[in-house]
Every structure is written in structure tokens, then in C-alpha cells.
């Protein structure tokens, strides 16, 4: 179990996207000790190099990013901050003080909304560092965090203000960077799905989708990187598993695998699908962008399961050595 400090940080992240719960009973199945072994196994040491990997500039990637998005989603507008994010925070400690009280929740919550307009998520600001590791993130900022009620999370709006890559601008970080805008896109609706443990599953299934749009000759190395960052989760949980349940130790890696496992079985059936037949699923995904329907309304539609995912990647990694 979280500590209690611990319990309630996390808590208001699941308030904050909607997610009703963070447990899944496949890690205690046979199905994920088999996935386990054949990653440990199987898979090569993460320092390996990629051949058909390209350089270009960043304005090249915030290009293919954009066309990649325009492509398979109808509507990319978001919520952002009229100004900067320092000038709304300024701007609500002055209306409120730098510690309000919590029965000013709801005033808090309709002055941010009273302040932010649509953007198109191609022009969230992008900002890039030569980290060693390949990877991004959405900046999120929900502000007054000292708040203990959980409804203040639960009706504020998710406020991103920029996206992130880390490493080398090249074809990855175009994936990498579709990734993200995911990530943006999806969190307009609270609830997008019930579980947190799914949170990255639509932002890795387009990361594949990316490679395919670019070059098929992309779509193995992007399927190797992920994979070999997937083997890092499972070593760490493997090694955490008999100690005290952290979010960083036990939850953020298996939210990795699992989405990981059902991104791959729908991009199974995505890349043998008709051209008609991925229309279909980018149509079902818009669904759930624009809150018709739940992520998990459309891992039903195709039969999506963390067991089909775990098959899938056993047959892959044979051929990673």
C-alpha cells in the first residue's frame, strides 16, 4: 500500500484525469511470469545502434508531427492559458492569495476556465534538450497543489502548457513527439478511460502509427526502442515486487507495461488492416478524443487484450537479439 502522503498525491492525480482505478490482475497472472522471463531472457542491452535513423532539424519534427495528427485527428483544438502560465499563477495569487482557502475551490476553478482559450495542439509550444535519453513529456500545471480536496481535481481542468522532447531531433522524436500531443489531446476529457494503468496506451499505439506514416522501414527501430525501455519497467518492477507499493516503484512502471501490451495488440490489428479498416479505428480513436466513448469501449471493439499484447511481444522479442 501507498503511504498516506504518497496515497493522497496520487489520489489527485486520479482525480485530476478521471480514472477510477489504477489495479489490474494481470500482473498476478502465468500469462505476465512468461512475458517476464522471455524479456529477460531474450532482449539486448539498451545501447544499441539504429541504421535507419535520421537527423533533421526541429522545426522538421514539429512538421511531421503536425501532419501526422492533422492526418488521423479531426479535432486537435485544446484548452490553454490566454498568457504565459507564470502570468495565470500571477494572476490567481493575486485574485487569491498565494495559500486561498479551500472553500474558494470553485472561484479558483471558473477564473482558470475564464482564462484560457483554444489552440490547436500543434502550436503548444515545443522545447527540446539534448538529454542521452530519447523520450518527452506534457507539462501539466494544476495549480494551488496544496489542496486536499479532491474535488478541486476533479473539476479543474487539465492545464498543459508545453510539450517536451529530451535527445537527439530525428525521426523518433517525431514519433515522440505524436506521442505527446496524445497525451494532450486525450486528457480534454476526464475519465478518457477508467484506468490510470492505460494512460499511455493510445500515445504508444500512435507512436507506431507515426513510424508507418513516415517509413515502414521506421517501424521496427520505433517497435526496439520502446520494447527495450518496456524491459527497464519490468526489471525494476521484478526487483520492487516484495517491497513496500511506491508510485514510482510498483505503479508508474506497470501503467509502461500494460499500455505498452495493448498498444501493440491494436497496432496489430491496425497495420493488417485495410486502408477502410484504419479509418475505422482512427474514426473509433476520435471517438474517445472527443468523449463519445471510452478507451475501453474501443479496446472491446477489437478485442484487445493484455494477453493478445503479451503473445505478440513474446514472438517479437525472439527476433531482438
Known amino acids: 500500500m501507498l503511504d498516506k502522503s504518497e496515497l493522497l498525491e496520487f489520489e489527485k492525480i486520479l482525480a485530476l484525469g478521471g480514472f477510477n482505478t489504477y489495479k489490474s490482475a494481470y500482473f498476478d497472472s502465468e ?44 479535432n486537435t483544438d485544446i484548452k490553454v492559458p490566454y498568457s504565459f502560465e507564470d502570468e495565470l499563477e500571477s494572476a490567481l495569487i493575486e485574485t487569491f492569495g498565494p495559500i486561498p482557502e479551500e472553500d474558494k475551490m470553485d472561484e479558483i476553478i471558473e477564473f482558470v476556465q475564464n482564462n484560457m482559450d483554444l ?48 535527445g537527439s531531433s530525428d525521426d523518433f522524436a517525431k514519433g515522440i513527439y505524436v506521442h505527446e500531443m496524445y497525451h494532450a489531446l486525450s486528457k480534454r476529457n476526464k475519465g478518457y478511460t477508467n484506468n490510470y494503468l492505460y494512460d499511455e496506451t493510445l500515445s504508444i499505439f500512435m507512436e507506431r502509427v507515426a513510424a508507418l506514416d513516415l517509413d515502414e522501414n521506421l517501424v521496427k ?11 527497464d519497467d519490468i526489471i525494476n518492477l521484478t526487483h520492487n515486487e516484495f517491497v513496500e ?77
Open 31 to 74: 500469462n505476465y511470469k512468461k512475458l517476464r522471463t522471455a524479456f529477460l531472457d531474450n532482449l539486448p542491452k539498451a545501447n544499441i545502434a539504429y541504421p535507419n535513423i535520421k537527423f533533421c532539424s526541429l522545426s522538421k519534427v514539429k512538421q511531421a508531427g503536425k501532419e501526422i495528427v492533422n492526418k488521423h485527428t479531426n
Open 119 to 166: 489552440k490547436k495542439v500543434t502550436d503548444i509550444p515545443l522545447f527540446s534538450d539534448l538529454s542521452s535519453n530519447r523520450n518527452g513529456y506534457t507539462a501539466y500545471s494544476p495549480f494551488y497543489k496544496n489542496f486536499q480536496n479532491l474535488k478541486y481535481y476533479e473539476k479543474l481542468p487539465h492545464i498543459i502548457v508545453a510539450i517536451g522532447l529530451k
Open 221 to 231: 527501430p520505433a517497435i526496439l526502442r520502446r520494447t527495450l525501455n518496456i524491459k
Open 245 to 321: 507499493e511506491s508510485y514510482n516503484s510498483i505503479i508508474e512502471p506497470k501503467k509502461y507495461i500494460l499500455s505498452f501490451l495493448l498498444a501493440t495488440a491494436l497496432f496489430n490489428t491496425y497495420s493488417h488492416s485495410s486502408n477502410k479498416g484504419k479509418r475505422q479505428i482512427d474514426n473509433e480513436i476520435n471517438k474517445v478524443l472527443m468523449g463519445y466513448q471510452q478507451l475501453e469501449d474501443v479496446l472491446e471493439k477489437y478485442e484487445i487484450t493484455e494477453e493478445k499484447g503479451s503473445s505478440i511481444v513474446k514472438r517479437q522479442i525472439k527476433t531482438m537479439k
